[in-house]
């Protein structure tokens, strides 16, 4: 059975691991971690011990059970790179990903150091091919599987979260060095301003507008990311968010020519404009951040938003 989920960006969440610590300011108010600790102490729940890591190997195999193709996000209460999951238990998971070719698989952390690491390590892609081996002679139909040997894995997205410019500076760099078919950014909660140009290619214009970098294009170099997720924090003591952040953020990703999705604007901006929730209703947003691109697919490019004087 798949995991229903209210995430606008994906199909289905895949939670083999539950439970998480905080790394970073994006993880003061984890929304997961407030509803799994909702329910630490009721005997026989999924939760009973509330936020506490929590690995699930009986959910491994959920995604070749599943016959249409769709996309995945792993782990939407957890980080698979976290490090008290052993990397043989990681390769377990990306053998699945790798027979399971129909879906496509969307991780994303903030454990950047250790996901560069461990998926750089040829010896880790080896057990990844074993363990697929594995699952042939568990009479799995492994037929469907990626080529063998084929890295990084074709249908597997990798991701980090980026919620303001110390970690973009930090983490952005980790993922482009990290072997991945495709990459993305989960800028979410966005707690300030945040200058992706330097792995976008981009340039600030004397017009006040961002362009692709005339030496960038003329080499073919593509931007270090392949599509931008921007959305503000949610729930009781969410710290507010700027619209111009936002916009940003789109005219950054639609100069570089690529997809952005804004999936909310926050439950403080919410409460600021007579809403409730989290702000997740794209009508009552101002027209310009009304963007929901998704990979693959045609996208509108929203008009600029006018900027301060100062912006970098």
Same mark, same amino acid.
């Given at each position: ?24 300011? !994006? ?13 630490? !102490? ?80 040829? !010896? ?6 074993? #363990? ?5 002679? #568990? ?9 063998? !040997? ?52 981009? #340039? ?28 503000? #924090?949610?729930?009781?003591?969410? @710290? ?49 951040? @009304? ?22």
């Amino acid at each position: 059975m798949a995991e229903q989920t209210g995430i606008e960006w994906t199909d289905t969440t895949w939670n083999v691991v539950t439970g998480c610590t905080k790394v970073s300011p !994006g993880c003061d108010h984890c929304y997961a971690e407030t509803f799994a600790e909702r329910w630490r !102490g009721t005997p026989g729940h999924h939760f009973e011990t509330g936020f506490d890591l929590t690995v699930r190997p009986e959910r491994v195999g959920l995604p070749l059970r599943w016959r249409r193709g769709r996309l995945v996000f792993v782990n939407s209460m957890a980080d698979l790179f976290h490090d008290q999951v052993n990397d043989d238990f990681v390769a377990e998971v990306y053998a699945v990903m790798a027979v399971a070719r129909h879906h496509t698989f969307q991780v994303l952390t903030k454990r950047h150091a250790r996901m560069r690491h461990l998926l750089s390590d040829p !010896g880790f892609a080896d057990t990844v091919w074993a #363990e697929v081996a594995t699952l042939a002679h #568990e009479d799995i139909d492994i037929s469907p599987a990626i080529p063998w !040997g084929q890295w990084p894995l074709p249908n597997v997205w990798l991701g980090v979260s980026v919620e303001n410019q110390q970690w973009a500076d930090i983490r952005v760099p980790a993922l482009a060095a990290t072997p991945a078919a495709h990459r993305f950014l989960s800028c979410e909660p966005l707690l300030g301003p945040v200058d992706l140009s330097r792995w976008l290619h981009l #340039e600030f214009s004397d017009m006040g507008l961002w362009l692709p970098e005339m030496l960038a294009t003329l080499a073919g170099r593509r931007p270090a990311v392949d599509w931008v997720i921007v959305g503000g #924090e949610s729930g009781p003591g969410a @710290r507010p968010i700027d619209e111009w952040w936002i916009g940003d953020l789109i005219d950054q990703a639609h100069a570089a020519d690529l997809p952005v999705f804004v999936k909310q604007l926050g439950t403080a901006w919410a409460t600021a404009h007579g809403q409730r929730g989290k702000g997740t209703d794209p009508n009552v947003w101002p027209a310009e951040l @009304r963007v929901r691109d998704l990979p693959g697919t045609d996208f509108f490019t929203a008009p600029m938003l006018s900027r301060p004087a100062v912006t970098r």
